[in-house]
Nanobody, 116 residues
Framework: VQLVESGGGLVQAGGSLKLSCTAS????????IGWYRQAPGKQRELVVG???????NYSDAVKGRFTVARDDTTNSISLQMSNLKPEDTGRYYC???????????WGQGTQVTVSS
């Protein structure tokens, strides 16, 4: 199983970025998915979780600014981030929780840096 994130970069505050995560060896269509981030010196935190039943849970810090989406045709997920703030800086990871194997799989992450 391999998850690969892309789309990170350097952006000014107020700007937007779209992260993508593609998978091999696992189908997002039968997985709970999530985006997490980790800032330097801090613990990894949940940004958004999306269950197979459609329930979506955004952290209060990103609610109204970030949007998660699935694309089963390309077996990918995305995170559209708008109105970015310096505190959004961190390494962003996608996660898939397979309902078949009941295991969690992580990507290597993509760096997002928001300048003030």
């Amino acid at each position: 199983v391999q998850l690969v994130e892309s789309g990170g970069g350097l952006v000014q505050a107020g700007g937007s970025l779209k992260l993508s995560c593609t998978a091999s060896g696992i189908r997002f269509s039968i997985s709970h998915i999530g985006w997490y981030r980790q800032a330097p010196g801090k613990q990894r935190e949940l940004v958004v979780g999306n269950g197979l039943g459609g329930a979506t849970n955004y952290s209060d810090a990103v609610k109204g600014r970030f949007t998660v989406a699935r694309d089963d045709t390309t077996n990918s997920i995305s995170l559209q981030m708008s109105n970015l703030k310096p505190e959004d800086t961190g390494r962003y990871y996608c996660k898939a929780s397979s309902v078949v194997t009941r295991q969690d799989y992580w990507g290597q992450g993509t760096q997002v840096t928001v300048s003030s």
